[in-house]
Each structure stands twice: as C-alpha cells, then as structure tokens.
C-alpha cells in the first residue's frame, strides 16, 4: 500500500495515506478496547517508539528476546493504521499493547467505559518541531517539509498532518490528572531518569520488577541501544518509503537540540504562541538537560 502523495483528511485533520485510509480512521473510533489493554497515545516525534520499547521490556521482565526479533509497529501496533486489525487478531500476547496519535476528541469517547491502561507521552513543544521537520526529510509518505521557518509557522498553526500540538497536550493531559488508569510521561524523564521512568510504567501496569530486571530494561531501551536495534530504528523499511540517506530515523535523543535550528526570533514567537495557547494549562516543560522545568 505505498499512497505515499496521498493525505486523509479524517474530522478536519490530516493523516498520511501510506498507512491510514478512512476506513481504518473510522475502525480506530469504533474500536472495542479490552480492559487488559495497554494505549500509549502521543502527538508525533514525542517519544512514542522509546515508550513502545519500555513496554515491550517491562511486560518481558527485562528480557530483550521480544525487542530484539520482532518489529515495534508489529509489537505495538497504531490503532489508526490499516494493518492494525490483522496484527492484534493474530497475537495472542497479553496485555495488547497499541499505539495512538489520534487527538482526545476522537478517541476519548471510545476509551469510555473502558479500564485500559492510558500513557501519554509529550515532549517539549521546540525539540518536537525540529524532530518532526527532520522526519519529513526522510519519509516520503510525510509532505515536502519545505523551510525550516515554513514548517515552524504550520506546526504554530495546527496545519501539519496530524494536527494542533497544543490541542492534542491539552486534551490529553487533562484527562491523565484525572484517572487511575493514565499517567503521563514525558520525553525528559525518560531521558533524565529512565529507571525512575520504567518503575512509574511498571506501577500502573501492577507489574512489579526487581532490581535485576529494572536494570535489564535500562540497559535494552537505552537511546544508543534503541539507535542500533533493526527492529526499533526503522531501517527495515524500504528507501522508496523512507530514505536513509536523509539521516536516521532516531536521531539525537538529546533534550535542547532546538537550540541548532532556531533563531532568537522564532525562539521568542514560539514562547508568545504557546503562552497564549497553553492558557489555564499548567504542564512544566524542561527545554535542555540543566534548565529547571518552566511553568507555563
């Protein structure tokens, strides 16, 4: 199914259509979650693949097997994506793990009524922007990313595939305060303290390590390790859809490489924007490794 020139436009927001079609849009809305499963949703280029290998070692006890020989899109399919039906009716592995970046609005409904565990995984809104333009670089199913100061003026607009960042945090997140069943996790802890991290996902999933496996985990969804792994670092995906050569999938995995793309200017446009948009909304956010975390 390449589609690659072809966008979905799905309630007002666009979706590639290398993997989504309407249909498969429409199923995610429909889907009957089982209380056993376990969502990780997130807006892209926030940490989705490094939170899909933390499940996949916690639920594994650290053992790297599973991480190691099967694909993390097979692993923990995207909801919204065609071939998600046909890889979960073929598993047989509990609890199922699925990935979203479908917005609250959307899914919300359907998760009603349901125990599934929820994570939400959120980065700071500047490195997500630099992650993301250096993604369409390389993925031909993505539209031409155009300038740098382009691409930054459509994410501020809520224009990009896959919609507003700033709805899809706040949605988002203002659920996870309020239930047992969510916990938000953000790019920054995973980076800063990624065993502290693993303990927090383990607790909501009551699946409790010891030391030895909590160690295990660490060591096999460490960046340099998720960076080299086939199965996580998209390398198996054909050049015709994702091209290589542009630069790698998992690039830096540093928190304030921001700091290389944008100019004082777009720097200050970008904090006006999200302090008007982010109003009433008191998430921190840690923009480089010694900064204290900022309230908005």
Known sequence: MARLDVLENFHGILFPGHLHTQESLQRALEFPFQDTDVLIVSYPKSGTTWMQEILTLITS????????????WTRAPWLEQHYCAAVLEASSTTPRVITTHLPHHLLGPTLQGSKAKVIYVSRNPKDVVVSFYHFHKMAKFLPDAGSFPEFLNQFLEGTLTFGSWFDHIKDWTSQTAASDNML????????????????????LLQCPLVEEEVNSCVKHCSFSNMKTNRMVNYTLI??????HSKGSFMRKGKIGDWKNMFTEEQNRYLRSVLKAKMQGCNLEFVWEEQDEEETQ
């Open 61 to 72: 006890k650290g053992d790297p097997y599973l991480s190691q020989t099967v694909p993390n």
């Open 184 to 203: 938000h996790i953000t790019y920054e802890e995973m980076s800063l303290d990624l065993p502290g991290t693993i303990k927090r996902v383990s607790s």
């Open 238 to 243: 054909p050049e015709e859809i994702m091209d």
